[in-house]
């Protein structure tokens, strides 16, 4: 039994280094030294992680869940966090004296997903997703004297702002049905019936587009390109993956461990949204002429396949999770590659001719772009196939189509960032400098290069991780 | 220790990471390290063909490991004789197209790095057998194929690497879904090829007619069957002599021998609900290749339309669905490998001298260069089914046993044969006699270029004097393969 102060360790440390960070940087440390210190933080908190669960331990009033699910998301939390400390490390941005409240950022928004995750409380759940969301407004305008920047900004708050309005007034909604923000009380509610449905639907239609914006399906889709590509890279690389886990766990902590919560013409919608998610990703990815909203879009299409699995019910859930894990690392490789090899807008035609300037960062992130596609043998091809695997399991041909149909579509944008590299001169005519990575950035990516091909060959550490969240 | 199979799908992709290890500068390094791999490739592909117990019927040397215990994913390879020649002839033709790889002279380093996966992409689709292990390597020879073409092609390279990348996709795509398919729907869920022969007659009616033709699309896309063929002509026409001579050898291959592996034995209903469409396809295949290489007036794209030609007789064969022209078939595609192989080689000398692919632009060769001339004659004559050559053989058995089942489709296809003649008389007309081009003198070709060919002819003589030194490999598997029908 983990005492109650030892589950929290980790949200403490988090909370420990994040003040540290803001005041070392008021003392003039250097940029890498405070980069330092987070990453060595979120080490720390990482190793403070209980080892196993405790089911149904009561922690602070059930206010938090002690369970397989919210212990493995807050592990993956901490490894996109880490991936993303590492990237902010390499990046050139931003300088010393803005650094401090970069990292403090990044490390209250990673608390306050670990915190979501572990949540038995509605109300929890939403102070929290709050917390995520006002931090993450301030970190997508960060370049504050990029005009880019600030509409990122300012974008993704007024988007984020009514989507989080809507998930409130769903709770408010859920509280006056339920008389209670416990989960396990709603979920006894909900079991003993007598329910008035048209209310029970609108507040689980409010509460899911909350959680629908953080994982970017649509149509809470339009924020991200214009948000992805104002925000730093590394910023953008952790929304990719960080706050769109934290959306489909918690859609799987409300709806689908109470599935008496959603109605049940909820999985043909589900099914629709799946497709449309992937759909538009892919189609508006096909005329982006930035790498950088090409990959934005690639996410959102990902994103659809992800919920491809979650829609086909709970079978489905180990492939959205599966496919959640492995897209970790092959976008945040694919979005790290792109941040150390692109200049500027990172335009199309900068990434003309890449493969002589810098042939093994070309190839690295070929391999990632290839993953994303799901080209067999990498990592990306197991997690697609697991989705449509369950998919046709359960009958769900026009699923299994849609995106088998989409992943040929996406090789088209894929291939087209690799052409330009492989097969394109490059547009200027003076010669063009080698170009370094620096040493935190080559160790990012031989991360995530090595975990695109090693889960690609020997997928079971992660399958018997999820077989033991999803029995 | 891993098997010997395992070793020769490998051993190219080991190659690939010593050649990333070589700086870019050392070209003559690179070369001879692709070499010697390829060599080996070869070596070892010559030691399995003399190991190979031809009274055993069924698979030899297999491998079978779990992989994806999760998934019920087998890492499973094995060779019978339905594989075995295509092996050879995919490890026989890597040492060839190696060689005539000499005229690349650019960014070569990348270039073998993506032909020593090629060739792991292309040893393992033959070799495998477990359906997403099969997947996997039929895959892997997409990406490798998109950069040849794409970098060291022709003017209009760009083009066609797009087209043929996404053209076998989509097929490959419908063969994935097929793939999971078939696992979902028997019982008990395997992916192992060599176990599904047995259960697959759990498939019934229209759900296996519907996996046939997810399956048959793919495969049709590859061989390619028309109307699916039109990425053929444009990327062999692109793509450097070496890719050329591996995409009509090898690659067409792969749709071919996925019938015979896959079609055949799962869906032997819906193969007989659709053989005569599979054969009509093959006869228009075979008349429109022809009547198409007719009107080129480019050397290299007239080869290729007569490539589809002649994989119109190995379409008719599989349709005959009898010993003789299933035989005739797997033998067909042996021996279109040398052949065209071969032709594509001598496309690429003569093409190396003119830089002019235009048949207009030739004449009169055969003083200015005998051995060219008996080079090329030898192999059209050999393409154009020569009795005593090794083209003949295939198409006759084809043509034999397709008689007996559906002979009406028999006479047509002798229209097709009539056209390949021909097509290929005139092509040595045009290039080796009449009036020589004023002020065209090239040099005869040179000892590596002939290196290059003569293993190909000597094999096309043998198999045309005596066909058993291939049939005697296959015979048992063929047999088996029957047995299904």
Known sequence: ??????????????????????????????????????????????????????????????????????????????????????????????????????????????????????????????????????????????????????????KYFLFGALSTGLMLYGISLAYGIFHSLDLSVIGGVLAAGNVNSLLLITAAVLIFAGLAFKASLVPFHMWVADVYEGAPWPVAAFF????????????????????????????????????????????????????????????????????????????????????????????????????????????????????RRSPSGALIFSIFLLSLAGLPPLAGFLAKFFVVWTALETRHFVLAGAVMANSVIAFFYYLKIIKAMYFDQPSTTEPLSAINIPLTGKLLLVICLLMVIYLGIHPQPVMNILLSVFK | MPSILTLIIFLPLVGALAIAFIPSGREKAIRLTAFAFNAAVLALAGIIVGRFDRSVPGIQFLEHHLWIPQAGIHYTVGIDGISLGLVFLTALLGVIAGLASNGIKTRVKEYFLFYQILMTGMLGTFLALDLVVFYIFWETVLIPMFFLIGIWGGPRREYAAWKFFFYTLAGSVVMLLAILAIFIFIKPHTFNMIALKQLAPQLTGNIQNILFLMFFFAFAIKIPVFPFHTWLPDAHVEAPTPVSVLLAGVLLKMGTYGLLRVCVPYFPLAMQTFAWSLGFLGVINLIYGACAAFAQTDFKKMIAYSSVSHMGFVLLGVAAMNSAGLNGSLLEMFNHGIITGAMFLLVGVIYDRAHTRELSAFGGLSTSMPRYAFFLTFMALASLGLPGLSGFVGEFLSIVGVFSTLPALAVFSAIGLIAVVALFLIVIKKVLWGRAKEGVIWPDMTGIEIAAVLPLVVITLAVGFYPEVILKFQKTAIDILVNFI
């Open chain 1, 1 to 154: 039994m983990t005492s109650v102060m030892t589950f929290i360790y980790p949200e403490l440390i988090l909370v420990t280094g994040a003040l540290l960070v803001l005041m070392t940087g008021a003392f003039g440390l250097k940029r890498r030294t405070i980069g330092l210190i987070a990453f060595l933080t979120v080490l720390a908190a990482a190793l403070a992680l209980p080892g196993t669960a405790d089911v149904h331990q009561i922690i602070f009033s059930r206010m938090l869940i002690n369970d397989v699910l919210g212990l493995s998301m807050r592990y993956f939390i901490l490894l996109a966090l880490g991936l993303a400390v590492l990237m902010a490390i390499a990046t050139s941005w931003p300088d010393d004296s803005d650094a401090g409240e970069y990292y403090f950022f990044l490390l209250i928004a990673a608390v306050s997903m670990t915190l979501a995750v572990t949540a038995g409380n509605l109300m929890v759940i939403y102070l929290t997703v709050e917390t995520l969301s006002i931090v993450s407004y301030l970190l997508a305008c960060f370049y504050c004297k990029d005009l880019f920047s600030t509409e990122a900004g300012l």
């Open chain 1, 240 to 355: 990719s993956i960080g706050p769109k886990a934290l959306g489909f766990a918690l859609m799987v902590r409300i709806f689908l461990s109470y599935p008496a919560f959603m109605h049940s013409g909820w999985g043909a919608v589900a099914v629709f949204l799946a497709i449309a998610t992937m759909t538009a990703g892919n189609l508006a990815a096909f005329h982006q002429s930035s790498v950088k909203r090409v990959l934005a879009f690639s996410s959102v299409a990902q994103a659809g396949y992800i919920f491809a699995g979650m829609a086909t019910g709970s079978l489905g859930l180990k492939a959205a999770f599966f496919y959640i894990v492995i897209y970790a690392f092959m976008n945040m490789g694919a979005f790290a590659s792109a941040a150390f090899l692109s200049t500027g807008r990172s335009t199309l035609e900068s990434f003309q001719g890449l493969s």
